[in-house]
């Protein structure tokens, strides 16, 4: 069993060829999948949402093959969506709709590291 420890800090590729921590980014999504609605706040929620937001910008920043790929195009073209600030929850929205919102950017976070990880052998997500 994993234990959770507090990393919401964001990875930032670097110009010299490191990669992207496979396994902060792993770490962040489980946690945020694994948050349930009806114990978690509006806080918990919004102290978890930047770093899963810099995690899929981060992601979209990589050379993952959707020009040659239409299934990877479309994780990027959801994930392009789910980014765009006007379908972002507002602070006045429901704690449910914030909820929601944090698991869609996690779980397509998820779904593009997966397709890091085989692109560029660094592990399995």
Do not use: W
Not at 79 to 92: F, G, I, Q
Request: net charge negative; hydrophobic share 40%.
């Amino acid at each position: 069993m994993k234990t959770e420890t507090s990393r919401f800090e964001v990875t930032r590729a670097t110009e010299d060829g490191v990669p992207i921590d496979v396994e902060l980014i792993t770490d962040s999504t489980d946690a945020a999948l694994a948050m349930r609605l009806g114990t978690s706040t509006r806080e918990d929620i919004n102290a978890r949402t930047p770093a899963l937001i810099g995690h899929l910008q981060l992601l979209l920043g990589e050379e993952l093959g959707a020009d040659e790929d239409e299934l990877v195009m479309a994780q990027f073209r959801k994930a392009y969506k789910v980014l765009d600030l006007k379908n972002r929850p507002s602070a006045e929205a429901p704690v449910f709709t914030a909820y929601v919102f944090m698991r869609e950017v996690a779980d397509l976070t998820r779904r593009l590291l997966c397709i890091y990880t085989h692109r560029s052998g660094t592990g399995a997500a």
